[in-house]
């Protein structure tokens, strides 16, 4: 008798894999805990088999578990089915197991999807058809029903995905930085650098991971496979000489997502010269320290993207001040008292909301001028009413959103909102 697949999570990524499996003719089960609110969802009313997550779901029958990005390893159905012998994969994995493209990998704390994002568009002007797809937005899994599948894929892998992924599927990928993040997830920085350093093992016989000397000298130790290969400092020199400010205000993304990109497209034969065009017509996504207007003399700037400790120190280096920052968000466990060195002689005040303001206040607050407060808005405002022209205000909230909001775009987004308000 066939076996089913067990699907774990009905987000966007769990819904392609449904997708996929219906069209191949296949009735999956899916598991969730909104079971009962997703039983009217269209897909679910095609024949899924919907049950609420529950620890001690029978697991008889089936020979697959898939499993969403968001579905911590130690989740008990996980545990179970390993003891059982199920083989249990992500929805990536799913995916490049039916996926017979040409495809690279990009990941990192920091930077993925601009660099994801720079190469795709790269290829694309040089003429070479590429589309970005994973962690990016658009599930991979979803690709597989597209009628029209020639493209190079540029696919954007986070380290929940790295986790479960087992095959070799990659030409070449990139690993950007290793700093700071999903410490909630984790159980140590070690931890957390070991699932990024595992894109190596997705890479194809022959082909090349790169990284930095950075990476290089700091996880020396952890570098065990032979595909590394690294970035070189001069090979890519800075695009125009301009300010800090002036970089971020023309879009320009860093130099070391540009060297990424670099190395991911010359793997593809593009020349050097080929690839500075591109990047000359390439703009950055939003929200990724993003100037958003000037009103009474203040520039006002959109880093939402900046969810980690690292990010948002990233940001504060191209800043010269005074900066009022709004910070906050969901708390991801790592300590906030790396920002001091940082923001010293530049953030002249610390706007902190929701569920991380307590921890920040705790750890900051006696260095810095600070104000807590419960609703993100009511952090705008504040910082809105205490700056003065020639000084910025920043958002780069170093935490998650999810606390209020749907997503960092969502934050980035009422952001501009609250202050096109105040500049009609």
């Given at each position: 008798?066939?076996?089913?697949?067990?699907?774990?999570?009905?987000?966007?990524?769990?819904?392609?894999?449904?997708?996929?499996?219906?069209?191949?003719?296949?009735?999956?089960?899916?598991?969730?805990?909104?079971?009962?609110?997703?039983?009217?969802?269209?897909?679910?009313?095609?024949?899924?088999?919907?049950?609420?997550?529950?620890?001690?779901?029978?697991?008889?029958?089936?020979?697959?578990?898939?499993?969403?990005?968001?579905?911590?390893?130690?989740?008990?159905?996980?545990?179970?089915?390993?003891?059982?012998?199920?083989?249990?994969?992500?929805?990536?994995?799913?995916?490049?197991?039916?996926?017979?493209?040409?495809?690279?990998?990009?990941?990192?704390?920091?930077?993925?999807?601009?660099?994801?994002?720079?190469?795709?568009?790269?290829?694309?002007?040089?003429?070479?058809?590429?589309?970005?797809?994973?962690?990016i937005g658009e599930s991979l899994t979803s690709y597989l029903e597209r009628e029209d599948r020639e493209e190079i894929l540029v696919v954007e892998l986070s380290?929940?995905?790295?986790?479960?992924?087992?095959?070799?599927?990659?030409?070449?990928?990139?690993?950007?930085?290793?700093?700071?993040?999903?410490?909630?997830?984790?159980?140590?920085?070690?931890?957390?650098?070991?699932?990024?350093?595992?894109?190596?093992?997705?890479?194809?016989?022959?082909?090349?991971?790169?990284?930095?000397?950075?990476?290089?000298?700091?996880?020396?130790?952890?570098?065990?496979?032979?595909?590394?290969?690294?970035?070189?400092?001069?090979?890519?020199?800075?695009?125009?000489?301009?300010?800090?400010?002036?970089?971020?205000?023309?879009?320009?993304?860093?130099?070391?997502?540009?060297?990424?990109?670099?190395?991911?497209?010359?793997?593809?034969?593009?020349?050097?010269?080929?690839?500075?065009?591109?990047?000359?017509?390439?703009?950055?996504?939003?929200?990724?320290?993003?100037?958003?207007?000037?009103?009474?003399?203040?520039?006002?700037?959109?880093?939402?993207?900046?969810?980690?400790?690292?990010?948002?120190?990233?940001?504060?280096?191209?800043?010269?001040?005074?900066?009022?920052?709004?910070?906050?968000?969901?708390?991801?466990?790592?300590?906030?008292?790396?920002?001091?060195?940082?923001?010293?002689?530049?953030?002249?005040?610390?706007?902190?909301?929701?569920?991380?303001?307590?921890?920040?206040?705790?750890?900051?607050?006696?260095?810095?001028?600070?104000?807590?407060?419960?609703?993100?808005?009511?952090?705008?405002?504040?910082?809105?009413?205490?700056?003065?022209?020639?000084?910025?205000?920043?958002?780069?909230?170093?935490?998650?959103?999810?606390?209020?909001?749907?997503?960092?775009?969502?934050?980035?987004?009422?952001?501009?909102?609250?202050?096109?308000?105040?500049?009609?």
């Amino acid at each position: 008798m066939k076996k089913e697949k067990l699907v774990l999570g009905f987000g966007v990524s769990g819904k392609a894999v449904v997708s996929y499996l219906l069209a191949q003719g296949e009735r999956p089960t899916v598991l969730d805990k909104r079971a009962a609110e997703l039983q009217s969802d269209p897909l679910a009313q095609k024949g899924v088999k919907l049950f609420p997550d529950r620890a001690d779901f029978s697991l008889e029958g089936f020979d697959h578990l898939i499993l969403s990005p968001g579905v911590p390893l130690i989740h008990p159905i996980v545990e179970r089915a390993a003891l059982q012998g199920i083989e249990t994969i992500g929805e990536i994995e799913f995916a490049f197991r039916h996926i017979k493209n040409r495809c690279v990998g990009v990941t990192g704390t920091n930077g993925k999807t601009t660099t994801a994002l720079l190469t795709t568009h790269v290829l694309n002007s040089a003429g070479i058809k590429a589309c970005s797809l994973g962690n990016i937005g658009e599930s991979l899994t979803s690709y597989l029903e597209r009628e029209d599948r020639e493209e190079i894929l540029v696919v954007e892998l986070s380290s929940f995905q790295l986790d479960t992924m087992r095959s070799e599927c990659l030409e070449a990928a990139v690993l950007l930085n290793i700093t700071p993040d999903h410490l909630d997830r984790y159980a140590s920085m070690r931890e957390y650098a070991i699932s990024k350093l595992s894109i190596e093992k997705r890479v194809f016989e022959g082909g090349k991971c790169f990284i930095s000397e950075k990476i290089r000298d700091e996880y020396s130790s952890l570098l065990v496979g032979d595909k590394w290969d690294f970035f070189d400092r001069e090979e890519i020199e800075s695009v125009a000489p301009i300010s800090p400010i002036g970089y971020i205000q023309k879009g320009i993304p860093e130099k070391e997502n540009v060297q990424a990109a670099f190395k991911l497209s010359s793997h593809f034969g593009v020349a050097k010269g080929v690839f500075l065009k591109g990047l000359e017509t390439f703009r950055k996504p939003s929200h990724r320290i993003e100037w958003v207007g000037e009103a009474k003399g203040v520039s006002y700037y959109d880093d939402s993207k900046a969810t980690n400790i690292d990010s948002v120190m990233h940001a504060l280096k191209l800043f010269q001040g005074p900066l009022l920052l709004i910070v906050g968000g969901v708390d991801k466990g790592a300590s906030y008292k790396p920002w001091i060195e940082v923001f010293k002689g530049k953030v002249k005040k610390i706007f902190a909301y929701g569920e991380a303001a307590s921890k920040m206040e705790e750890e900051l607050s006696s260095h810095f001028p600070f104000k807590k407060v419960k609703a993100f808005q009511d952090a705008f405002e504040s910082a809105f009413l205490e700056a003065k022209e020639k000084e910025t205000v920043l958002l780069s909230p170093g935490c998650s959103s999810f606390d209020q909001f749907k997503s960092y775009a969502h934050r980035g987004d009422e952001f501009k909102r609250l202050l096109k308000e105040k500049m009609r």
